[in-house]
């Protein structure tokens, strides 16, 4: 079982990004996928989930508005589109995943994990 990450990067205030977190080893569409994120010095935190049996989706408040989740289930991958980047936004991003057809925010409760990807956005 294996999650990757790919996406990140530098992008100026303003700008956009799109990270993937493509999935292998497991029977995607009965898991639920998560987005954290951790910047220095700062606890992890949860950005975004999506049910990926039902496509239902969660957003941490300081990301709506701004944040897409998808996946697409034939290339068991999911996205986050992120516009409106902030300088706060910057952190190592994390796919994970867990065992479950809701929504899940506890990240104790998942099992896989990617490598993470780098966003940073500068002022």
């Known amino acids: 079982e294996q999650l990757v990450e790919s996406g990140g990067g530098t992008v100026q205030a303003g700008g956009s990004l799109r990270l993937s977190c493509a999935a292998s080893g497991f029977t995607f569409d009965e898991y639920t996928i998560g987005w954290f994120r951790q910047a220095p010095g700062k606890e992890r935190e949860g950005v975004s989930y999506i049910s990926t049996s039902d496509g239902s989706t969660s957003y941490a408040d300081s990301v709506k508005g701004r944040f897409t989740i998808s996946s697409d289930n034939y290339k068991d991958t999911v996205y986050l589109q992120m516009n409106s980047l902030k300088p706060e936004d910057t952190a190592v991003y994390f796919c994970?995943?867990?065992?479950?057809?809701?929504?899940?925010?506890?990240?104790?409760?998942?099992?896989?994990w990617g490598q993470g990807t780098q966003v940073t956005v500068s002022s």
């Open positions: 994970a995943g867990t065992y479950a057809t809701w929504i899940i925010k506890d990240a104790a409760a998942y099992n896989y």
